[in-house]
């Protein structure tokens, strides 16, 4: 199983950025994928997260309206779409996957990618 994140990089506040999550390995269709972040000094969070199958999303309180979550199951990828972004959603962004449902649990997901860094500054 291999997950891989990236698509980060410097942003202004209030610019957008998509991310975008690469799976191989498993049946894709069949987990849910969740994103988490961890700025520093601070524990993991969940943010978002799309179930297999229906595709139904989650979202933290704090990035409610902003990001939005979607999926390809032909390319086996899932993409957050952030905009509107504030300095305190700098953090290092993380992809995983778990079940089929999905969560903001970090310990709900067997499966994690490495980081790709999301600066949002002036």
């Known amino acids: 199983v291999q997950l891989q994140a990236f698509g980060g990089g410097l942003v202004q506040p209030g610019g957008s950025l998509r991310l975008s999550c690469a799976a191989s390995?498993?049946?894709?269709?069949?987990?849910?994928i969740g994103w988490f972040r961890q700025a520093p000094g601070k524990e993991r969070e969940g943010v978002s997260c799309i179930t297999g199958g229906f595709m139904t999303t989650f979202y933290e309180d704090s990035v409610k309206g902003r990001f939005t979550i979607s999926r390809d199951s032909a390319k086996n990828m899932v993409y957050p779409q952030m905009n509107n972004l504030k300095p305190e959603d700098t953090a290092v962004y993380y992809c995983?996957?778990?079940?089929?449902?999905?969560?903001?649990?970090?310990?709900?997901?067997?499966?994690w990618g490495q980081g790709t860094q999301v600066t949002v500054s002036s």
């Open positions: 390995g498993f049946t894709f269709e069949n987990y849910g």
């Open positions: 995983a996957a778990g079940t089929m449902y999905c969560g903001l649990r970090a310990a709900s997901y067997t499966y």
